[in-house]
């Protein structure tokens, strides 16, 4: 199983709990930057989580499993849990990923760029991401 460190899990926790607020209230759902990555150290898939349910299991973000069409929606951490790569590999979390971009932009950008690994690359070289590709 893949082990969210505690504050990855209370942040993915508090967006989760801020957005279902927003919709009990009818205000606008709030639009949080990704909390953590996921990815494939084999192969193109990544996930970007914004929120995790009350359930432990259902996160919600974008997922991009390497077809040029990333989407925003829920997966089960569990099952992101099960696979198994070659060499005994299994999906990690990218300690090293760190971004105040919303998950919006990021799902806008990595649509236009055709992942969401050109969308980083292409974060990583201007220095106002809100912007998005030309």
Same mark, same amino acid.
């Given at each position: 199983?893949?082990?969210?460190?505690?504050?990855? /899990? @209370?942040?993915? /926790?508090?967006? !989760?709990?801020?957005?279902?607020?927003?919709?009990? +209230?009818?205000?606008?759902?709030? !639009?949080?930057?990704?909390?953590?990555?996921?990815?494939?150290?084999?192969?193109?898939?990544?996930?970007?989580?914004?929120?995790?349910?009350?359930?432990?299991?259902?996160? @919600?973000?974008?997922?991009?499993?390497?077809?040029?069409?990333?989407?925003?929606?829920?997966?089960?951490?569990?099952? +992101? #849990?099960?696979?198994?790569?070659?060499?005994?590999?299994?999906?990690?979390?990218?300690?090293?990923? !760190?971004?105040?971009?919303?998950? #919006?932009?990021?799902?806008?950008?990595?649509? /236009?760029?055709?992942?969401?690994?050109?969308?980083?690359? +292409?974060?990583?070289?201007? !220095? /106002?991401?809100? #912007?998005?590709?030309?």
């Amino acid at each position: 199983m893949i082990v969210l460190p505690p504050v990855i /899990r @209370h942040a993915l /926790r508090a967006n !989760d709990i801020n957005r279902r607020a927003a919709v009990r +209230l009818d205000k606008p759902e709030p !639009d949080p930057a990704p909390v953590v990555k996921f990815f494939n150290p084999l192969g193109p898939q990544v996930w970007l989580a914004s929120e995790l349910a009350a359930d432990g299991d259902v996160l @919600h973000g974008l997922a991009d499993l390497g077809f040029g069409c990333p989407e925003i929606g829920p997966w089960s951490l569990r099952e +992101l #849990s099960e696979v198994r790569l070659p060499f005994g590999l299994r999906i990690e979390i990218d300690i090293a990923f !760190d971004t105040g971009v919303p998950l #919006s932009v990021w799902a806008s950008c990595a649509r /236009r760029c055709g992942s969401i690994l050109a969308t980083e690359m +292409l974060f990583g070289r201007t !220095d /106002r991401p809100e #912007s998005g590709p030309s």
